[in-house]
Structures are given as structure tokens and as C-alpha cells.
């Protein structure tokens, strides 16, 4: 008997509902009431320390967050590997899609839902709301295909239908501006098992939030804040070097994830430098790359793979000379999956909504609220180490990813080392390694001194 904790309004655990029905599972549900504080019972807490849904229990293996409970169920019951390919690029392109739900559809839908929910909040900020249409213009460029990743469903389509579905009708998705989104959702509603898996509770989280809005507007008022508002790369192997080439740039936590594994793995990057200010991850010829015109974006022998999550997977699996990194059990996959994931949705999401709008936008100072949700990420980090790293006893990606997003944040909001001393501990654990400083560190300060200099001269401009 496979055992979910979850909430059907929650899109994540939507997802791993979709999943379900697409592979002919059943699933005994119980429900987790977030209102009434159940994820934060000791009980629940022994079952998923970052107290988050859904969570699954399959006889007594515990696997943690949607996405990587949504690879461990294709994996153990799927009859082929449709859903989720065991072809490594088809595989990367799918693991890319995940990582682009987590860290920008269900992360913006959470920086929007929650302030509802748990603090009253009664309008949608305008940065939010533009926000939220940046993300549905980069699924509409990631369509090129009828789904998400190329011509057949995946995961990846459970996964960002179900944030989608709960987004559209909260902040408006014109049909005209975006037909390609509204003739996948018309491929995915077709799918028998789609209303009962998602669309009715896409439905009722709608409506609880438009409720609510209007609930909390009865008791305050919130003014909109407006806010102005990669030789061509190849492999060779030369005296045992491989060498690829990566379109980067060392500031951005993300490459610096990737450099991390490619020193872990003694593999050469040919660096390409990326400057975002300049516009160049626009360009026509950077576009056929990654219509989503993010960094990094890596070039193996013309086999281009976006992402940082997903080319880290990429590179473990073809070059590592074991799966020490990304472990091929599953359960033990099925962690570090969720703990990059963590750090996509949560770590980098809240570092990204800080560095841009005062890189971009003139912000001249860091708000409470965001000051707060980046605490939070720090206890929920704390929280998760409950072993010497992110995913258990060993090192793997998931910490190179987790300490590229929060070595930058610490050098922006102070982090209390009697409060956090398991992160800590972490932290040195990962400053030990030869390459750490060179791939990580330097770049982290980096960062963090451009963000606060653009603070200054941006309080200077006000």
C-alpha cells in the first residue's frame, strides 16, 4: 500500500496524483490540514523535517517532495519509461523542465498564495503579478512541441499543469498572448484521469484564494508597491581530460553548482561568459539554445543541455566514474532529487526574488517580508540537516547546489550561527574540499558585494 500525506489543493500534490493515475497506482490518501498545523506535528516532522507536502510511504521507504516522488513511481512501477526517460538528454530535458516548475511556476505561486493565506495580504503586488507573467511567457517559449518536453507527455507536464492551472485564473493568462499554453492545457484536460487528479482541485484553490483576497481586504488595505518594475563546444579526451563547454557566468549560484560538480568530476569547462546585463542571454543565437534565456546552459559536443539541476544529473551520469554523487538507488536518488528541488523552489527562488529587482529594478532596500522568507529558508535548511550533508552521509549535488544559494545569501542576510550551527558545520564540512573556494566562495562574495553596492548607489539615485 502506497501511503501519500497530502492536501488535494496543493498543486504538488497534484502532480504526484496525476502520476498516479497515469501509471495505474492507488494511493491511500491522507489528508494534511497546513491551517490546522499538521505538518508541524512531531509525528509528521519524524516523516519530513522541512514539513512540506506531499509525502510518500511506500511500506515504510519515506520519499520526500513531488518531484522526486514523482521519478521514484515511474521508476519502481512504470511499465516503460515514458514518463520519465532513462535516455540521458531526453532525461536532462525532463529534469531541466522539473527544476523550471519548482524554481519559477510553483515558487512565484508561492511567493503569491502565501502572503494570502498566512498574512493577510489582500491585493497582488504588481512585481508579483509581473512576475507571474514572466513565467507563463517562458513556458509559452518552452512549447515548442505539443508538451512541455517534445512530442510526448512526461512528468514534466503533471508538474507544471499543476501550478499552472492554479495560477491562470488568480492572475489572468490571455489566450490570445498565449495559445501555445492553452493548447497543451486542451491536450492535458483530455486526458481521462485530468479533472479528478487536478482540475477540481486547480478549482478549489482558486476559489479559496479569491476568497480570501476579498476576506482580507475587509480588514486592511495594502498598497500595490510599483516597481520599475556560450572551438564550438565538444568532448575530447585528451590525457584523460574531458573537457565541455559551459555558458556561465561565476557570479550566478546556479554555475557555480555546475563548477562545483565539474571539479568534483575532474572535468575541464571551457567557460563561456554570459553578461546578463548586457543582454546577451537575449540574443537570437543564445535563444536557440535556451528559449528560457537562462544561465548555465552546457554544450557537449553540440548536445545542449539547459539548467543547472539538470546538467549536473547530465554530468554525473556520463563522466562519474561512480553514482557517489547522484546515487542510482532509489531512495537514495529520490532524496538528493528532493534536495535540489528545495534548493530551486526555496534557496535560489529567494535569492532571485532579492538580487533581481535590486540589480534590475532600483529596489533601494530588502523588505521585511522577503528578510523573513529567507529566515525561514535557513531553518528549513537547518531542518533538513539532519545528517553531515543535504541528502544523507555523502557528498553529492544536492549540496553543491544548496551551498551555491546559500553562501550568497548569508553574505546578505546575516545568518546566526547559535541558531543554524548544523548549517554551519555543513558549510565548513563543503569549505574543506580543495576546489571549494575557487568554484564556489569567490563567487558567492562576489555576489553578494555587487548586491550591496547597487543597494548604495540605488539609495544614492532615490
Not at 32 to 43: C, I, Q, T
Not at 63 to 89: N, Q, T, W
Not at 173 to 179: G, Q, S, T, V
Not at 209 to 226: D, W
Request: glycine share 4%.
Amino acid at each position: 500500500m502506497l501511503k501519500l500525506y497530502t492536501l488535494h489543493v496543493s498543486p504538488p500534490c497534484r502532480a504526484v496524483e496525476l502520476t498516479a493515475k497515469a501509471l495505474g497506482i492507488d494511493l491511500h490518501q491522507q489528508e494534511v490540514n497546513l491551517l490546522a498545523g499538521d505538518h508541524l506535528k512531531p509525528e509528521y516532522l519524524k516523516l519530513n523535517p522541512q514539513h512540506t507536502i506531499p509525502v510518500l510511504d511506500d511500506n515504510g521507504t519515506v520519499i520526500c517532495e513531488s518531484h522526486a516522488i514523482m521519478i521514484y513511481l515511474v521508476r519502481k512501477f512504470g511499465k516503460d519509461d515514458s514518463l520519465y526517460p532513462e535516455a540521458l538528454v531526453k532525461q536532462a530535458k525532463v529534469n531541466a523542465a522539473l527544476h523550471f516548475e519548482t524554481g519559477v511556476l510553483f515558487a512565484r505561486l508561492r511567493f503569491l498564495f502565501e502572503p494570502i493565506f498566512f498574512h493577510g495580504v489582500s491585493e497582488i503586488s504588481f512585481e508579483k503579478a509581473e512576475n507571474i507573467q514572466k513565467a507563463y511567457q517562458l513556458l509559452e517559449d518552452t512549447l515548442k512541441e505539443d508538451y512541455v518536453v517534445g512530442s510526448s507527455l512526461t512528468i514534466a507536464d503533471f508538474s507544471c499543469v499543476s501550478s499552472i492551472s492554479s495560477l491562470m485564473h488568480v492572475v489572468p493568462m490571455e489566450k490570445a498572448k498565449y495559445p501555445k499554453i492553452y493548447g497543451w492545457l486542451g491536450r492535458m484536460k483530455r486526458l481521462p484521469y485530468y479533472e479528478e487528479a487536478n482540475g477540481s482541485g486547480a478549482t478549489a484553490v482558486t476559489e479559496a484564494v479569491l476568497n480570501t483576497l476579498k476576506e482580507n481586504a475587509t480588514k486592511k488595505r495594502i498598497h500595490i508597491i510599483m516597481q520599475q518594475s556560450r572551438v564550438s563546444s565538444r568532448f575530447l579526451q585528451l590525457l584523460n581530460m574531458v573537457i565541455v563547454k559551459l555558458y556561465t557566468r561565476h557570479m550566478s549560484p546556479p554555475c557555480r553548482a555546475v563548477e562545483l560538480t565539474a571539479k568534483a568530476l575532474g572535468i575541464t569547462l571551457d567557460q563561456h561568459v554570459v553578461n546578463l546585463m548586457a543582454g546577451e542571454h537575449l540574443t537570437p543565437e543564445y535563444l536557440k539554445m535556451n528559449p528560457q534565456h537562462i544561465i548555465p546552459v552546457l554544450d557537449d559536443n553540440g548536445t545542449i543541455i539547459p539548467e543547472s539541476h539538470a546538467i549536473m544529473i547530465y554530468l554525473v551520469s556520463k563522466y562519474g566514474k561512480d553514482d557517489s554523487l547522484y546515487p542510482k538507488d532509489l531512495v537514495k536518488q529520490a532524496r538528493v532529487n528532493a534536495a535540489l528541488h528545495f534548493e530551486s523552489g526555496v534557496l535560489f527562488a529567494r535569492t532571485r526574488f532579492i538580487v533581481e529587482p535590486i540589480a534590475y529594478r532600483g529596489i533601494t532596500e530588502i523588505s521585511t517580508e522577503k528578510k523573513e522568507c529567507v529566515q525561514k529558508a535557513y531553518q528549513l535548511l537547518e531542518d533538513t540537516l539532519v545528517d553531515d550533508y543535504v541528502a544523507g552521509n555523502s557528498l553529492t549535488i544536492a549540496d553543491f547546489s544548496c551551498v551555491s544559494s546559500f553562501a550568497t545569501l548569508m553574505g546578505i542576510i546575516p545568518v546566526d550561527k547559535s541558531k543554524f550551527p548544523k548549517i554551519y558545520d555543513w558549510l565548513d564540512r563543503l569549505k574543506k574540499l580543495p576546489y571549494y573556494e575557487e568554484a564556489n566562495g569567490s563567487g558567492a562574495e562576489e555576489l553578494a558585494k555587487f548586491v550591496r553596492s547597487a543597494l548604495e548607489k540605488n539609495v544614492a539615485k532615490a
